[in-house]
């Protein structure tokens, strides 16, 4: 039912809220009550001077009648609808639900905005606790250190007189495993703490390389217009603290500086504005490999792509190499990936394009259009095996399939049951 039939069920919900007879408000308004039963049915449409009237008589703007609930609302609540994996919910009535009940409406839309964050900060520290080297060595020291004041403190407990001596070596190790554990834990509070966790701390090389990027918008102008190097970028990166990274970071960009010269700027943006987002045909166009040609155009401004694009490079090993996040698709910050996404699809079958669409499961349900390809890094020598690497170009809105492929972030967090795909058990319920 559209928004603007249903002024007659608002100017329903709002009288009884108010306690008001039909006869008593259609007297008021100068109406018969038949007439507003049948305005309140929504089968008559209603507008100008008797709604400002009615709005009057209700105490409410005419504009909360006539409009009801705002988009964002309704939106949210399609996407309620459409995670809760319920195929009964009935979509095409969200509006009247809206409009009927707009109390229940926000508590149901507060409560699904509620667990989307919840399953972020899950998906965040699932990658922490998982793979953040700090807070495994954090850990350790603080299991080590409980095991040594353990130990000191059973030889003290369990044996008998003990000579002077022994007994203050014993009591000098107590206090300084008890003010090491003291430190190592306040350390690991602080590290989890998400207020005491600033934007620009990385604990390892591929975080600070990808925070450089960030910073850019993955768009470097100087490179495309040749009035800088790569190392020229890098003399200025206060974001890049480690060597490591200053050496992801400088081939990460002497491989865009690459895709420029390949596909430049300006007869890029051409070719799009005739041809569109066709990665095939451009990379007959330009002579190019197709590698090149997803890679350029995860890296071109929005404005000029004309719609958000996200990037995940890794290698034969599947191991995320390099990553530009896209709204909605949720990426683990290193390995650990859903094993269906295409990108891993493509490793099997090199240099072969694989096109999906593909849903995240326990996310917003928002299809993506995913394009992948493995190439040989070189070309090996008799008896080398070839180094393959893959990429993935993940556009927003994928192209109509009646089954789209779902697919997860990592097993951990992927509440989906009977994945032949799963390697071990997730930490989430089916239903969260």
């Not at 003291?182 to 509070?189: G, M, N, P, T």
């Not at 200025?236 to 002497?254: G, H, K, Q, Y």
Request: charge should be negative; glycine fraction near 8%; aromatic fraction near 6%.
């Amino acid at each position: 039912m559209a928004r603007d039939t249903l002024t007659g069920s608002r100017i329903r919900e709002r009288r009884l809220i108010l306690g008001l007879r039909q006869a008593e408000l259609a007297r008021e308004a100068g109406i018969s009550a038949s007439y507003l039963n049948l305005i309140e049915h929504n089968r008559r449409r209603i507008g100008g001077k008797l709604l400002v009237d009615i709005a009057g008589v209700l105490g409410v703007e005419p504009s909360m009648l006539s409009e009801g609930a705002e988009a964002a609302l309704i939106s949210t609540l399609r996407e309620a609808a459409a995670d809760s994996g319920v195929p009964v919910a009935e979509l095409d009535r969200v509006d009247e639900f809206a409009g009927r009940f707009p109390g229940w409406a926000e508590v149901l839309a507060t409560g699904h905005r509620r667990i989307a964050t919840l399953e972020r900060t899950v998906e965040t520290l699932s990658d922490r606790l998982t793979h953040d080297p700090n807070l495994a060595a954090s850990v350790h020291e603080v299991l080590s250190t409980a095991a040594a004041i353990r130990s000191t403190a059973s030889i003290l407990a369990e044996t008998g007189e003990l000579e002077a001596e022994w007994l203050d070596r014993f009591h000098k190790n107590l206090n300084e495993d008890s003010l090491r554990l003291a430190e190592s834990s306040r350390e690991l509070v602080n590290f989890l703490d998400e207020g005491d966790t600033g934007e620009d701390r990385r604990g390892m090389p591929q975080e600070e390389a990808e925070a450089f990027f960030q910073e850019n918008g993955f768009h470097f102008p100087a490179l495309e217009e040749a009035v800088a190097a790569p190392e020229d970028l890098l003399q200025e990166a206060p974001l890049l603290v480690s060597d490591a990274a200053r050496s992801l970071a400088l081939a990460a960009l002497e491989q865009y500086q690459a895709d420029a010269r390949a596909l430049p700027l300006k007869d890029l943006g051409q070719a799009l504005a005739s041809e569109g987002i066709a990665p095939v045909s451009l990379a007959r166009r330009f002579g190019c490999t197709l590698p090149q040609v997803l890679r350029r155009l995860a890296a071109l401004p929005e404005e000029m792509l004309g719609q958000e694009a996200g990037m995940v490079i890794c290698d034969a090993s599947g191991t995320l190499l390099f990553r530009k996040p896209v709204t909605g698709f949720a990426m683990p910050r290193f390995g650990a990936s859903c094993p269906l996404w295409p990108l891993y699809t493509a490793l099997v079958h090199p240099n072969v394009p694989v096109r999906r669409n593909v849903v995240q499961h326990g996310r917003n349900a928002a299809a993506f259009d995913c394009m992948a390809v493995a190439w040989a890094q070189e070309i090996p020598d008799f008896g080398q095996d070839p180094m393959y690497r893959a990429v993935m170009l993940i556009l927003p809105g994928g192209k109509d399939a009646e089954d789209p492929q779902p697919v997860g972030a990592s097993c951990r967090i992927c509440p989906r049951q009977g994945c032949a795909a799963r390697r071990e058990p997730s930490i989430l319920k089916e239903e969260f």
